[in-house]
């Protein structure tokens, strides 16, 4: 099986490059970001006729993910259960939840396809929202995944931050100043490690980055951020045999700012009539 998550920013805008891309590349699964509207403007009949199904979540021209996939999308999830909610000048707890988590199970991996906020300022409440949403989800994960130690599960997206140093090329990130970068954002990164997940890709792939400004020429000089990851649980990291990042999304007319991230899983065969199993002698 072969999965990617894209920041596609408008798929109204780019669904022929996306389209495109996941047939010439043999995507079985893809996870958005960024897909800036609602259900019923989504290009879902592009997609069919390339033939994928969608499960999407959608509420305006901002924010919206989506998870097309070849293979039957099962238990979809909109949001994840303690996700919180933002209202510029508001708090409390019932606050109006954005469309920035979807999950579904495909082919028995439970994936899901999140945009994280993205902080704007340090001091700016979306920062503060933008870190409980991250702790909020780091959370979730290890209950899942203490309820259910061997699930296969993949949490994929645009997560707005950049962990080391060396995933940012971009001069305008300064410490101290800058969010992606603060510590607490990255200490709040690393807390998925310590809920039982790992980055797949940077193994395979150890440099490179997802996204470039559209601004001061920042791609022609490779002025980028590496802040788009598929973190997998360990019974997902062991199905996984490549990886890559497709930097060349990046070029051409009308392109996205962040660029495909893909693995490729070994998942065994589920056809009990298969001949061409081993055979088992009790």
Avoid at 25 to 52: H, R, S
Wanted: glycine share 8%; charged share 25%.
């Amino acid at each position: 099986m072969r999965v990617a998550t894209w920041n596609v920013n408008s798929i109204r805008t780019r669904v022929g490059r996306v389209v495109d891309w996941m047939v010439r590349e043999d995507v079985d699964v893809l996870a958005m970001q960024e897909i800036k509207c609602k259900p019923e403007q989504f290009p879902t009949q592009l997609f069919e006729d390339a033939g994928y199904e969608v499960a999407l979540h959608g509420l305006n021209q901002w924010n919206g993910v989506a998870i097309a996939s070849r293979l039957p999308i099962e238990d979809v999830e909109i949001g994840f259960p303690d996700m919180p909610g933002f209202l510029k000048g508001e708090e409390g707890p019932d606050l109006p939840k954005e469309a920035r988590a979807i999950g579904a199970t495909v082919d028995g991996i439970r994936i899901w396809s999140l945009y994280v906020p993205n902080g704007r300022a340090l001091d700016d409440p979306h920062y503060h929202y933008k870190l409980d949403w991250l702790a909020t989800l780091a959370a979730d994960t290890q209950r899942w995944l203490a309820e259910k130690p061997d699930l296969p599960l993949a949490l994929m997206g645009d997560f707005n931050v950049a962990p080391l140093d060396s995933d940012v090329g971009d001069p305008s990130l300064i410490p101290g100043v800058s969010t992606h970068i603060s510590p607490p954002e990255r200490a709040a990164f690393s807390a998925f490690e310590t809920a039982g997940l790992t980055d797949v890709v940077r193994p395979l792939v150890p440099v490179g980055y997802t996204y470039w400004d559209y601004k001061q020429l920042r791609f022609p000089r490779n002025e980028g951020l590496r802040i788009d990851f598929i973190l997998g649980s360990k019974a997902f990291a062991d199905l996984v045999t490549g990886a890559s990042i497709h930097r060349n999304e990046r070029k051409g007319e009308a392109p996205s700012d962040h660029v495909p991230v893909l693995v490729d899983l070994e998942i065994a065969a589920h056809d009990e009539d298969d001949d061409d199993r081993p055979m088992i002698f009790g």
